[in-house]
């Protein structure tokens, strides 16, 4: 069992209600990342029956330390792996789109405004310097099945080391509504761990994933933890049968002509 924890004093970290805890449940025998893990798994299970969805994606990414804040309509189909973004925001107009095998494996992206938009629709390596700019990682690592692979392949590593927190909220507050919260702490930077905290929130009805925030470890005793990732699924549609066109640039409804 994870360490559940009883809130008594309400804080608030990116809009999220946070807080101290004064009751937890005595610690487990086996290591405190194994019933997180098979929570990310059952999840993962209940991924692998989508074939589609649509989702409100919103992400933050510390980038050659710049941290690059994007909100975009995603569609996204598993099988082939297909990928359509709209951006809002300062990108706004934005679109993007990846097929895997087609293209030659390269993006597709039509720029809406500025400089860029006249030159129409270009493809891109998916790891070129002008994508790699504004991601941490490839698009082929985006979407909810792939974060909770992500994790899992992370924690299961981790898993074989000590130095380590682990504690369960049952009532984090985010947006109005309330979530399941795991979060993952090491308390000393090492090379093992990737990040210093981690923000797990799942959905009490779907068990699927909304928000994963990852936390670089301080600069100093006396500094906070350094934002590093941040992303977060809104109004996730799923299995929502998304035609062929959904990822074709010959859809009228985008601009990629």
Same mark, same amino acid.
């Given at each position: 069992m994870l360490k559940t924890c009883l809130w008594v004093i309400?804080? /608030? $970290?990116n809009g999220i209600s946070f807080g101290t805890h004064s009751v937890c449940a005595q610690e487990q025998k086996e290591h405190p990342l194994v019933p997180l893990i098979n929570i990310a798994k059952a999840s993962l299970e209940k991924m692998n029956a989508v074939k589609d969805y649509e989702? /409100? $994606?919103e992400k933050k990414?510390?980038?050659?330390?710049?941290l690059?804040?994007?909100?975009?309509?995603?569609?996204?189909?598993?099988?082939?792996f297909s990928v359509y973004l709209k951006f809002a925001g300062e990108n706004a107009g934005r679109e993007t789109l990846f097929v895997v095998g087609k293209n030659q494996n390269q993006l597709r992206v039509r720029e809406s405004n500025g400089v860029a938009s006249l030159v129409g629709t270009v493809s891109l390596a998916i790891d070129s310097a002008m994508v790699t700019a504004e991601n941490r990682h490839p698009i082929t690592r985006?979407?909810?099945k792939n974060l909770l692979l992500l994790l899992i392949e992370r924690w299961e590593l981790e898993s074989k080391y000590g130095e380590i927190d682990v504690k369960y909220f049952p009532n984090a507050?985010?947006?109005g509504e309330v979530y399941?919260?795991?979060?993952?702490t090491h308390p000393v930077p090492r090379k093992q761990f990737s990040f210093h905290r981690t923000q797990l929130f799942i959905d009490k009805n779907t068990r699927l994933p909304v928000r994963v925030i990852n936390l670089g470890f301080p600069a100093s005793p006396d500094s906070n933890p350094v934002l590093i990732e941040d992303y977060a699924y809104?109004?996730?549609?799923?299995?929502?049968?998304?035609?062929d066109v959904a990822f074709s640039e010959d859809n009228p409804q985008y601009s990629f002509k």
């Open positions: 309400i804080g /608030l $970290f989702v /409100l $994606f990414e510390l980038v050659n330390g710049k690059i804040e994007q909100q975009m309509l995603m569609r996204l189909r598993e099988e082939p985006i979407g909810v507050k985010m947006d399941d919260a795991y979060q993952v809104k109004n996730l549609k799923l299995n929502v049968g998304l035609p």
